[in-house]
């Protein structure tokens, strides 16, 4: 028993196509024809079609004088292979984006301003002992950022200050213990 199918152009009870929804009226380019027989052997390589039902869509496709003609060949037909997400490559058709019409590229944060921040903060927990790293970090970090156009300037200048008062309260202890054993003795 043999179902009638859109591309033999024969389609069942009262649903045909108008002239409009079948794209009747536009002519074929000779790209949409090579587009069609694509999408065809891609069906064929695929085991959705037999070499004989191949066989006959291609030559219906070259023979095809509108886009209508060459829908109803691949109506029952996915658009185009099936690949894996990962080696698909991008659609046909696609246009990237113009570069005018893009959000502006954001630089990425420098890593030692960060680690500076952190540092920083750290100050406090660890008894003021993640200063110098802080001043170290925070210093380099500025400088790169002046050299690549990096993001984390302000992370840097924020870890240098509490890695400063870190190293100044240190130093200020030791001072005064200094200064205790001076008098003492």
């Known amino acids: 028993m043999s179902y009638p199918t859109p591309w033999q152009g024969q ?14 009226s536009m002519l074929a380019a000779t790209a949409d024809r090579e587009r069609a027989v694509d999408v065809l052997r891609a069906g064929f390589a695929e085991g959705r079609l037999r070499e004989d039902e ?8 070259y023979d095809a004088r509108t886009v209508g003609e060459l829908m109803l060949l691949v109506a029952d037909l996915p658009q ?10 991008p659609p046909p058709g696609f246009r990237p984006v ?11 944060t420098n ?6 921040l ?4 750290l100050i406090v927990p660890t008894l003021g002992l993640t200063g110098i790293p802080a001043v170290i970090l925070g210093h380099t970090a500025r400088a790169e950022i002046q050299r690549t156009d990096e993001n984390g300037d302000g992370l840097a200048l924020t870890g240098l200050i509490f890695g400063w008062l870190a190293v100044t309260g240190w130093a200020l202890m030791l001072l005064l213990m200094i200064a205790a054993t001076a008098s003492s003795t």
């Open 98 to 108: 113009p570069p005018t019409f893009l959000p502006p590229r954001v630089p990425p």
């Open 111 to 116: 890593g030692k301003a960060v680690g500076s």
């Open 80 to 89: 185009g292979p099936q690949v894996t997400p990962v080696l698909q490559g």
């Open 54 to 61: 191949l066989e006959k869509r291609v030559a219906r496709a």
């Open 11 to 24: 389609w069942p009870g009262p649903h045909q196509p108008s002239p409009a929804q079948a794209g009747a």
């Open 118 to 121: 952190v540092c920083g903060l």
